[in-house]
């Protein structure tokens, strides 16, 4: 079955009507099934969130204690055009 979602979050009709045509203890299964990865989704973002902080901190502290270069972007993006203008022939 193919289900056409709207990206608002709109349920289409049919879709819902369906589901509320279950047995309630389907519809609580359904729920407890749509509650679980509404969760892990959540936990998962909070976990990336925290590991992308971790990793600013560090690369922060990296520069700050002169552990990497620091490059110049305008000199850096001259230098990108003109290897791409010259291996492309452009």
């Known amino acids: 079955m193919s289900i056409a979602i709207d990206p608002g ?3 289409p009709s049919n879709v819902l009507d369906t589901v509320l045509g279950l047995p309630s203890s389907v519809r609580e299964r359904l729920a407890e099934i749509l509650f679980d990865s509404v969760d892990q ?3 998962e973002s909070a976990a990336l969130r925290e590991e992308w902080r971790a990793e600013f901190e560090k690369r922060i502290n990296d ?3 002169g ?3 620091l490059v110049d972007g305008r000199a ?3 230098r ?3 290897e ?3 291996r492309h022939g452009l």
């Open 80 to 82: 990108l055009r003109k």
């Open 41 to 43: 989704d959540a936990n």
């Open 84 to 86: 791409v203008i010259e």
């Open 9 to 11: 979050g709109a349920i």
């Open 63 to 65: 520069i700050e204690n």
């Open 67 to 69: 552990k990497v270069p």
């Open 76 to 78: 850096t993006l001259a």
